[in-house]
């Protein structure tokens, strides 16, 4: 069972930067973030693999990174130029298939997730 710990998260200015780091028990092929503002549905944000290719949500091209350092076994997520309505419980997800995928249904594994908040 892989399981997979969130931190980073906070209340920020709208134009502020954010940190995101997902630690991973194991390695993992595929890794993502994903998040899920109040009352809607979770959507995928960012997506990389083992080789570093990455995808992105239309929404924060551009704006946000994500990365990951395979030695700690960890995934990371850069945040710049935040705005209203990135605000969001942010989730780390794994998958073991290699797949550049922002749908959920692609991850067996979640982490609990994070709140990220950010005032206009």
């Known amino acids: 069972q892989v399981q997979l710990a969130e931190s980073g998260g906070g209340s920020v200015q709208a134009g502020e930067s954010l940190r995101l780091s997902c630690a991973v028990s194991q390695y993992t092929a595929q890794m993502a973030w994903f998040r899920q503002p109040l009352g809607k549905e979770r959507e995928g944000v960012a997506t990389?693999?083992?080789?570093?290719?990455?995808v992105y949500t239309n929404s924060v091209q551009g704006r946000f990174s994500i990365s990951r350092d395979t030695a700690k076994n960890t995934l990371y997520l850069q945040m710049n130029g935040l705005n209203p309505d990135d605000t969001a419980m942010y989730y780390c997800?794994?998958?073991?298939?290699?797949?550049?995928?922002?749908?959920?249904?692609?991850?067996?594994?979640w982490g609990q997730g994070i709140q990220v908040t950010v005032s206009s």
């Open positions: 990389i693999d083992s080789a570093g290719y990455a």
């Open positions: 997800a794994a998958s073991p298939l290699r797949w550049s995928s922002l749908d959920r249904a692609a991850y067996r594994y």
